[in-house]
């Protein structure tokens, strides 16, 4: 089993351990490590971090000490590290964070008194012992000395996701599943990933099986090709459904609403405006149709322009039957023509032709405002 070294309060140099002992108060020197550390006899080791940071020195000495122990050190940073703390963290072979900790990066600081050359001189060894910091950090991260003098110089704060995400840490305490690291920086209340594309394919499935909305407009970045190719395969399909049904509690408009107001306002969107086209399409071709089919597609059976032109000619096309009918049974009537039943098969086929192409000629001109032809 792992010991456990808990480094919490100030980094010190063992000249002042002593105050800190009579006050009582916590804190870290490489004298007391180097204690801990020789207790533990080179087993697996696990440091919990707290700390403010303090002397570059002593933190320096802290970091050696570590970096020489022979067994593995994993350091959890369980509320902050720090300052001097941060860079005495880099030797451990693992670092984790707490999801509540941070870590701090910042430019070395000291007080100066003397004339313009000791100002001058400490000005040298600060700038000499932030590249110094650097080492520690460039030897975890990776990452170049320009780039961690730059964020020393801005004085970062890292909270646990930042500090994984730039090479400070390896992971995150109670986070297996790395569920912290999939919303990095997400401050913006957007719809995490694995919800987004449950939801996608969900709508996708759905307005599929109506085959009235066109996807492209609603989600033009989204790739439906695996969703067809599931629909073209009856097994397939049911497997999909049953996925659902046993994964996803469909949504009703309202909680869709509630819950993804953008997807809603887009669908919605989208639906007037097919309608708009819809009845725009059915006004073009109207003129001559039937002014009962035409409000019978539009509102009471909603059918597209397609459908009404062939509904249209079906109609038509039985109004034509009637006609010729009309004229048989007219011929009949006429002493003074030959009963249709008398005529040579090629003279009714002729009648009939005449009075097919008569019906279809006035139903039209009738509807145009114009006159009936061939009368």
């Known amino acids: ?49 707290n700390s403010p940071g303090g002397s570059v020195f002593a933190g320096s000495e802290v ?34 964070m707490s999801p509540t900790s941070q870590l701090m990066i910042h430019n070395a600081a000291t007080w100066t008194d003397g004339d313009k050359n000791a100002h001058g001189s400490n000005t040298e060894m600060l700038r000499g012992t932030d590249i110094a910091i650097t080492n520690a950090y460039r030897l975890k991260t990776g990452k170049s000395q320009d780039e961690l003098l730059e964020l020393m110089n801005k004085t970062t704060w890292m909270n646990a996701q ?35 594309e449950k939801l996608r394919d969900f709508l996708v499935n759905a307005m599929l099986k109506e085959g009235s909305v066109d996807l492209s407009s609603i989600m033009p970045g989204a790739d439906i090709t695996p969703i067809l190719n599931n629909m073209d395969s009856p097994g397939q399909q049911q497997n999909y459904d049953d996925q659902f049904k046993e994964e996803e509690k469909p949504m009703d408009l309202d909680e869709l609403k509630a819950k993804h107001p953008d997807v809603y306002q887009a669908a919605c969107q989208e639906g007037i405006e097919q309608e708009r086209n819809r009845i725009k399409e059915i006004d073009e071709i109207s003129a001559t149709i039937d002014p009962d089919l035409v409000n019978k597609a539009k509102y009471t059976e909603p059918i597209d322009a ?21 004229r048989q049974q007219e011929l009949q009537e006429n002493s003074g ?37 061939n009368k």
Do not use: C
Not at 163 to 190: H, K, Y
Not at 343 to 352: A, C, I, R, Y
């Open 306 to 326: 397609g459908k009404l032109a062939v509904l249209a000619l079906k109609n038509d096309a039985g109004r034509g039957e009637a006609f010729i009918n009309a």
């Open 162 to 196: 930042q500090a994984v995400e730039f090479g400070f840490a390896d992971g995150i305490l109670f986070d297996e599943d790395n569920a912290l690291m999939s919303v990095t920086n997400s401050i913006s209340g957007e719809i995490p990933p694995h919800v987004e």
């Open 337 to 373: 023509v030959k009963s249709q039943d008398n005529l040579s098969e090629e003279d009714q086929k002729k009648v009939n032709e005449t009075a097919h192409i008569d019906a279809i000629a006035n139903a039209i001109n009738a509807r145009r405002g114009g006159t009936e032809a």
């Open 63 to 96: 970091y050696t000490i570590l970096k020489e122990y022979a067994g593995k050190i994993v350091a959890k940073v369980t509320g902050v590290a720090a300052s001097a703390a941060s860079f005495f963290l880099m030797a451990a072979d693992e670092i984790k």
């Open 1 to 49: 089993m792992p010991k456990k070294i808990k480094l919490n309060g100030p980094v010190i140099g063992d000249g002042s351990t002593w105050l800190y002992d009579w006050l009582g108060m916590p804190y870290i020197s490489a004298k007391r490590l180097a204690k801990e550390l020789d207790d533990a006899r080179g087993d697996e080791v696990e440091l919990y971090i």
